[in-house]
């Protein structure tokens, strides 16, 4: 066997290098698109693949080839999960990822990154998901997502629109960082003391918890809707949920949150979403499969 020539071997470094500059900003766009860390890194380690054996003697922008590769596989993977979500059992969230691990996930704002938001963008088209993302989050002009698309301008501006429309109908205004960690803090204090009142008084008139576990027993199976049923629900299970467990303050998806640990293991991962009225949506993420990213991420920052 011939030994590999060395203009062959500077020619994978250069394309090594290529992509692993932008090696974030891809995660970044697949992982807005899709809600679901693992699937992007799917889509990531399958660009990298196929970067590999493309002849990129003809490819004339390396991060334009590599990132439109990316989200036209997750255009095409986000078509098929939308029927696998449809026999999920229960209510579907996001993977939550660990931000302060990655704080920007490869984009220069930390737009379309909050769970509220993802699930927002899963009701959206895929084209509609991916010029919103390339919009909102990576400051993308129309020009350049209408050739990643292969759509016209004013098609790609209307899909942007759209979105915009979308997520603005299906949100409050937001609170500073600041003010939503003090809503979090203040919720588990009324939480663990099973105090009815004092959690009705935090929440807005239609808030909503949601609880995605997979399948897995204990987990709610249906949304809870309205202040005295959400406040009612959480003040009921107060004497045993918190029974055993060990709470550590993480930054998840941009935003304070908190994971619960039972026994040494990863058992729900607690979000919310806050609005200057209140809070407005409690996620509690219980699917295994869906903590075993950030587990692994918290297990990491706590090694000496």
């Known amino acids: 066997m011939q030994p590999q020539r060395s203009d062959d071997i500077d020619a994978l470094d250069r394309a090594t290098s290529a992509f692993l500059s932008v090696r974030s900003r891809l995660f970044g766009i697949a992982y807005r698109m899709l809600g679901t860390a693992s699937e992007a890194e799917d889509i990531v380690q399958d660009v990298w693949l196929r970067w590999q054996s493309t002849d ?12 439109t590769t990316t989200v036209r596989l997750a255009i095409n993977l986000a078509q098929s999960a939308r029927s696998r979500r449809e026999t999920y059992i229960g209510p579907w969230l996001p993977e939550p990822v660990d931000t302060a691990a990655d704080p920007t996930l490869g984009a220069d704002r930390g737009e379309a990154l909050e769970l509220a938001v993802l699930i927002l963008l899963e009701k959206l088209s895929p ?15 129309y020009s350049d997502i209408a050739e990643i698309l292969q759509l016209t301008e004013p098609n790609t501006r209307q899909l942007v629109t759209r979105a915009r429309k979308h997520i603005a109908d299906g949100r409050r ?9 003090r809503f979090l803090e203040a919720f588990l204090s009324a939480a663990q003391q099973g105090d009815f009142t004092e959690l009705k008084s935090l929440f807005t008139e ?16 249906i949304p809870v809707l309205g202040r005295e049923r959400v406040a009612k629900f959480i003040a009921t299970v107060s004497s045993h949920i918190w029974a055993e467990l060990t709470l550590t303050r993480m930054q998840v998806n ?29 996620m509690w993420v219980m699917n295994p499969a869906k903590l075993a990213a950030i587990s692994r991420s918290l297990q990491a920052s706590s090694q000496p």
Do not use: K
């Not at 205004?173 to 960690?181: C, K, L």
């Open 127 to 141: 084209n509609e998901r991916a010029a919103y993302v390339l919009r909102e989050a990576f400051d993308y002009s």
């Open 206 to 221: 239609d808030v909503v918890s949601i609880t995605d576990g997979g399948g897995i027993t204990g987990a709610a199976r």
């Open 56 to 67: 990129r003697s003809v490819v004339r922008d390396a991060t334009a080839f590599l990132v």
């Open 254 to 282: 941009g935003q304070s949150s908190v994971l619960m640990e039972r026994g040494g293991a990863a058992y729900v991962l607690l979000a919310m979403d806050v609005s200057p009225q209140g809070i407005s949506q409690i």
């Open 173 to 181: 205004a937001q609170v500073s960082s600041t003010e939503h960690r």
